[in-house]
């Protein structure tokens, strides 16, 4: 099983992303998902969490601007990022717990992180 992330880049304050995440393999399925930061010199925090029932969870602040969301037949979350701030810069990490099989016990996984820059 691997987790891709991609839609990271440069943009300007005020602008928007939408990060993705994808999962790859045989016969599994997405149960629990989220994102997390991780800026130069600080220590990884919570961005959204989204349990399989679609309870969301954000981390301080965000909620309004950022919003998680899943497509399960595509087993991928999305992370929707508006009004983006230079304070927003960092790397970007999925993370998901993930069924593999007929296995009852969800394994987690991360994905290799993908880079957001905001800035002028």
């Known amino acids: 099983v691997q987790l891709q992330a991609s839609g990271g880049g440069l943009v300007q304050p005020g602008g928007s992303l939408r990060l993705s995440c994808t999962a790859s393999?045989?016969?599994?399925?997405?149960?629990?998902a989220g994102w997390y930061r991780q800026a130069p010199g600080r220590q990884r925090e919570l961005v959204a969490t989204e349990t399989r029932n679609g309870i969301t969870n954000y981390g301080d602040g965000l909620k309004g601007r950022f919003t998680i969301s899943r497509d399960n037949g595509q087993n991928t979350v999305y992370l929707q990022m508006n009004n983006l701030q230079p304070e927003d810069t960092a790397v970007y990490y999925c993370q998901a717990s993930i069924f593999i099989g007929r296995s009852p016990y969800p394994r987690d996984y991360w994905g290799q992180g993908t880079l957001v820059t905001v800035s002028s």
């Open positions: 393999g045989n016969d599994l399925s997405i149960n629990g």
